[in-house]
């Protein structure tokens, strides 16, 4: 992880950037299943999304209702902003 990801808005860009590559990865995967390089940098990438989102919801709360990690107390999930109201 590199030093943006301290910010909320850079590691949210950060997550989608990296679930925009393993999304890409998935699809060529589906017609080239037997690709080892492509599979080994698939699972890399997905750990690292799991690293990213779980550091987002330790510091910023869950990123969806079902998040990534347990709510601390009080629940998160109604603690703005909503999706919809984060500004880019």
């Excluded at 890409?24 to 699972?43: F, G, I, P, S």
């Excluded at 690293?51 to 990690?69: C, D, I, T, V, W």
Aim: with cysteine; hydrophobic share 35%.
């Amino acid at each position: 992880m590199h030093e943006r990801t301290h910010d909320r808005k850079a590691l949210l860009t950060c997550i989608q950037e990296v679930e925009f590559a393993a999304l890409e990865l998935n699809l060529y995967l589906d017609t080239h299943r037997c690709d080892q390089k492509a599979l080994a940098r698939y699972n890399h990438l997905h750990q690292q999304l799991m690293a990213l989102k779980k550091q987002y919801e330790m510091a910023h709360g869950p990123l969806l209702n079902f998040g990534f990690s347990p709510s601390r107390y009080p629940w998160q999930w109604v603690e703005g902003p909503w999706p919809w109201e984060k500004q880019y």
